[in-house]
C-alpha cells in the first residue's frame, strides 16, 4: 500500500483556551478494500466528516470498517453514518446488534484486516485501547489514538500523563511497543511525525 493511501482528514488537538479545555482527535481514512475510517471525531462534526470524505470520492456506505481506538467522545461522535460497517471500539467488536467474541483482544489477539492493515491492543490511556498498523512502502504507520497525545510527548511525559491515564504503567510499555516498530505515528490530538531515531531501540 502507497503512504498516499492513507488520508488524516482532520489533525487532532488538544488545548487550554482562555482557562477552558478544548480537545477533538486525529480522523484517519484508509483508502483499501475494505475502505477504514478511525476515530470519528464529535457528534457535532457529521457534516464536515462527510464532506471531507466526499471530497475523496468516498461515501459512508462505502466505509467498511468504523474503528474507533477507544470509547471516549471525541473519538466515537459519527460511528452511527457508518451503518454498513463492523464497528470496533476499543476492544468491543460489533455490527448491528451482534457482538463478536473475536478476536480476544485481552490475551493479546490482533483484528486482521487484510495483508496491510490490522488492529492491536495497546491498553494505557484506556485499559482497552487499540492502535491500527498499516505497511506501506515507505514503511509502517500506527494510528495509536491517545496512546500518544502529540509529538510534544515524546519529550514530555506530562503530555500524555495529564492528558489521562487509566495504567500509567502499560501506557508506557506499549508506547515503547509502538516506538520501536513504527515509522510514523498518528497521535490521537495532533498531526501525524516521523518516529525520530533517538526514540527507536538500537
Ligand atoms: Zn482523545
Not at 483556551?17 to 484508509?30: D, Q, T
Not at 459519527?78 to 463492523?86: I, P
Not at 478476536?103 to 485501547?129: A, M, S, W
Not at 510527548?153 to 491515564?165: F, I, Q
Request: proline content about 3%.
Amino acid at each position: 500500500m502507497n503512504k498516499e493511501n492513507i488520508k488524516v482528514l482532520f489533525n487532532g488537538y488538544s488545548k487550554f483556551e482562555n482557562g477552558n479545555y478544548f480537545a477533538n482527535c486525529s480522523c484517519v481514512l484508509i483508502k483499501t478494500t475494505p475502505c477504514i475510517i478511525i476515530d470519528t471525531m464529535t457528534s457535532w462534526d457529521e457534516e464536515k466528516l462527510l464532506n471531507a470524505l466526499n471530497e475523496e470520492g468516498v461515501y459512508a456506505n462505502d466505509i467498511k470498517f468504523v474503528i474507533s481506538t477507544h470509547g471516549h467522545s471525541d473519538h466515537i461522535g459519527c460511528n452511527h453514518l457508518f451503518k454498513s460497517a463492523t464497528h470496533i471500539v476499543g476492544y468491543s467488536v460489533s455490527h448491528r446488534d451482534e457482538y463478536f467474541t473475536e478476536p480476544d483482544f485481552r490475551n493479546n489477539e490482533e483484528y486482521v484486516i487484510n495483508e496491510h492493515v490490522k488492529v492491536v491492543p495497546t491498553p494505557g490511556h484506556t485499559l482497552q485501547d487499540v492502535t491500527v498498523l498499516v505497511e506501506t512502502v515507505d514503511g509502517l504507520i500506527a494510528v495509536t489514538g491517545d496512546l500518544f497525545e502529540k509529538y510534544e510527548d515524546l519529550d514530555d511525559d506530562c503530555v500524555w500523563l495529564n492528558a489521562g491515564s487509566d495504567s500509567e504503567t502499560l501506557q508506557r510499555e506499549n508506547r515503547r511497543k509502538i516506538l520501536d516498530i513504527a515509522d510514523y505515528i498518528v497521535p490521537g490530538h495532533g498531526a501525524m511525525f516521523k518516529v525520530p531515531e533517538k526514540f527507536k531501540k538500537n
